[in-house]
Nanobody, 118 residues
Framework: QVQLVESGGGLVQAGGSLRLSCTGSGRTFGSYSMGWFRQAPGKERELVATTWSSSSAYYADSVKGRFTISRDNAKNTVYLQMNSLKPGDTAVYYC????????????WGQGTQVTVSS
């Protein structure tokens, strides 16, 4: 059992930065691959980034080179560092935990709003 809670969303100007945090509970936190989704109204949910280790990180093409996912298993926390933000990044961002199939995560956070102004 893993419970996830996101924080760090907010309103920023284009070109700015935010760091999202996702804190989890559960003894098996470190056994999950962690990732971030985002969804804007009327849009399909999009997988943004995932990580199991530094060698296995995945990024959507739309954020590659701007976002960085990392995790600290000792703190039961996964981060999404978001730099050079664009208005198109505006969405609700969700933390999720999976084993290997990112089409069907096991656990979800409640979401945190990120708004990027022009």
């Amino acid at each position: 059992q893993v419970q996830l809670v996101e924080s760090g969303g907010g309103l920023v100007q284009a070109g700015g930065s935010l760091r999202l945090s996702c804190t989890g509970s559960g003894r098996t936190f470190g056994s999950y691959s962690m990732g971030w989704f985002r969804q804007a109204p009327g849009k399909e949910r999009e997988l943004v980034a995932t990580t199991w280790s530094s060698s296995s990180a995945y990024y959507a093409d739309s954020v590659k080179g701007r976002f960085t996912i990392s995790r600290d298993n000792a703190k039961n926390t996964v981060y999404l560092q978001m730099n050079s933000l664009k208005p198109g990044d505006t969405a609700v961002y969700y933390c999720a935990a999976a084993r290997s199939d990112w089409r069907n995560p096991y656990y979800w956070g409640q979401g945190t709003q990120v708004t990027v102004s022009s």
